[in-house]
Nanobody, 124 residues
Framework: QVQLVESGGGSVQPGGSLRLSCVAS????????MGWFRQAPEKAREFVAG????????YVADSLKGRFTISRDNAKNTVYLQMSSLKPEDTAVYFC?????????????????WGQGTQVTVSS
């Protein structure tokens, strides 16, 4: 199994940018498809983006395309979420998650391992 630790969250003004990181330890990182999810208070966990083990296939939720980008560096066992033009509605706890089955999936139930989350707050 892989252990995941997110970092990079914080408070930012609307229009600002943040880059989240998720470092994995354990088994071979490139074996895993990775996903980013977010959860706002009293809302369901929402798929943000996913990436294949090699990094060659990525997908960002339609509502976030153009502002969010997912990438990974397998040499560093790290997956990133670059967020720009942030809006107050992006405020949430952001989680990374891993899956060993093939394919990017928006269903959080398909992901076996989760990090503890990192808070992102967008406010003026």
């Amino acid at each position: 199994q892989v252990q995941l630790v997110e970092s990079g969250g914080g408070s930012v003004q609307p229009g600002g940018s943040l880059r989240l990181s998720c470092v994995a330890s354990g088994r071979t990182f490139s074996d895993y498809y990775m996903g980013w999810f977010r959860q706002a208070p009293e809302k369901a966990r929402e798929f943000v983006a996913g990436i294949s083990g090699s990094g060659g296939i990525t997908y960002v939720a339609d509502s976030l395309k153009g502002r969010f980008t997912i990438s990974r560096d397998n040499a560093k066992n790290t997956v990133y979420l670059q967020m720009s033009s942030l809006k107050p509605e992006d405020t949430a706890v952001y989680f990374c998650a891993s899956k060993t089955t093939y394919g990017i999936d928006a269903d959080p139930n398909e992901y076996a391992q989760w990090g503890q989350g990192t808070q992102v707050t967008v406010s003026s």
